[in-house]
Nanobody, 121 residues
Framework: QLQAVESGGGLVQPGGSLRLSCAASGFTKNYYGIGWFRQAPGNVREGVSCISTVDDYIRYADSVKGRFTISMDNAKNMVYLEMNSLKPEDTAVYYC??????????????WGQGTQVTVSS
């Protein structure tokens, strides 16, 4: 099955940083946004960030604005999430995903296997 491959997760102390990478070559190109959602145990999926594939629009969840930065390398078909000033509540499995409705709506089409991010002292 074609899918993305996420990497870069790990254990980090509060206030630390991580950079997640998404190899998105397994995704089809027929989507309007790509980015990340996360899911902590027992919680629902939470959209984290999205970058539009048709314009320059970038969206972040309110909880991560000012701390996370999404970027894309189209030539390499890679998507990145730079996470700074991490908080324990950021602990979750992070998934790279397509957004079928564009970045205005957190609706996911395809996603990868996820990478665990744990923020703890």
């Amino acid at each position: 099955q074609l899918q993305a491959v996420e990497s870069g997760g790990g254990l980090v102390q509060p206030g630390g940083s991580l950079r997640l990478s998404c190899a998105a070559s397994g995704f089809t190109k027929n989507y309007y946004g790509i980015g990340w959602f996360r899911q902590a145990p027992g919680n629902v999926r939470e959209g984290v960030s999205c970058i539009s594939t048709v314009d320059d629009y970038i969206r972040y969840a309110d909880s991560v604005k000012g701390r996370f930065t999404i970027s894309m390398d189209n030539a390499k078909n890679m998507v990145y999430l730079e996470m700074n000033s991490l908080k324990p509540e950021d602990t979750a499995v992070y998934y790279c995903a397509t957004y079928t409705m564009g970045c205005e709506v957190w609706v996911y089409g395809r996603w990868g296997q996820g990478t665990q991010v744990t923020v703890s002292s």
